[in-house]
T-cell receptor, first 114, second 111 residues
């Protein structure tokens, strides 16, 4: 069964802390994505990667960075967390791009920044 | 950018057919239409995808008119476990990665 695993389901951090959210997929997919989900706003794309060491900005990249050193792993980094980054973060992977084929999502990481 | 518009919420009863419509007036020639389902505290799950006319799988049907400016997800004989948020997504092979899921449609199925 295909699987996307996010390292932490729940995190609580303080303003200014550096935060790492890890995502691993076991499907050998080329494409990986990071979204954030907020009430009433649906899912918004932060960054995506279509190959190792490659990354592209999504709709809301400000305040975030990403790293993809290995095909199966895609990390989201908050260099200096702020309260407006409190959200649910979802990682996904796909064989094709976001707009076609199937996106496989992880369970999500709920981050609270105090 | 292909933006989508869906109803915020819908109510239904067990055993009924539910149709959720998504508007995507500026859909591009290469765009596909994909629907996802999301339960609380879980990531979205793929339901169905289509390009034109009708697509059917074991859980749903997708109806796309000739102009492709809208699409309708049809869930036959819903049950309580179909209570979820349903998202419509429009995008293409070449990227267009900056599409937005939108707020989705919250479906409540009552007994």
């Amino acid at each position: 069964d295909v699987k996307v695993t996010q390292s932490s389901r729940y995190l609580v951090k303080r303003t200014g802390e550096k935060v790492f959210l890890e995502c691993v997929q076991d499907m050998d997919h080329e494409n990986m994505f990071w979204y954030r989900q907020d009430p009433g706003l649906g899912l918004r794309l932060i960054y995506f990667s279509y190959d190792v060491k490659m990354k592209e900005k999504g709709d809301i990249p400000e305040g975030y960075s990403v790293s993809r050193e290995k095909k199966e792993r895609f990390s989201l980094i908050l260099e200096s967390a702020s309260t407006n980054q409190t959200s649910m973060y979802l990682c996904a992977s796909s064989l094709y791009g976001q707009g076609t084929g199937e996106l496989f999502f992880g369970e999500g990481s709920r981050l609270t920044v105090l | 950018l292909a933006k989508t518009t869906q109803p915020i919420s819908m109510d239904s009863y067990e055993g009924q057919e539910v149709n959720i419509t998504c508007s995507h007036n500026n859909i591009a020639t290469n765009d596909y239409i994909t629907w996802y389902q999301q339960f609380p505290s879980q990531g979205p799950r793929f339901i169905i995808q289509g390009y034109k006319t009708k697509v059917t799988n074991e859980v749903a049907s997708l109806f796309i008119p000739a102009d492709r400016k809208s699409s309708t997800l049809s869930l036959p004989r819903v049950s309580l476990s179909d209570t979820a948020v349903y998202y419509c997504l429009v995008g293409d092979y070449t990227g267009g990665f900056k599409t937005i899921f939108g707020a989705g449609t919250r479906l409540f199925v009552k007994a």
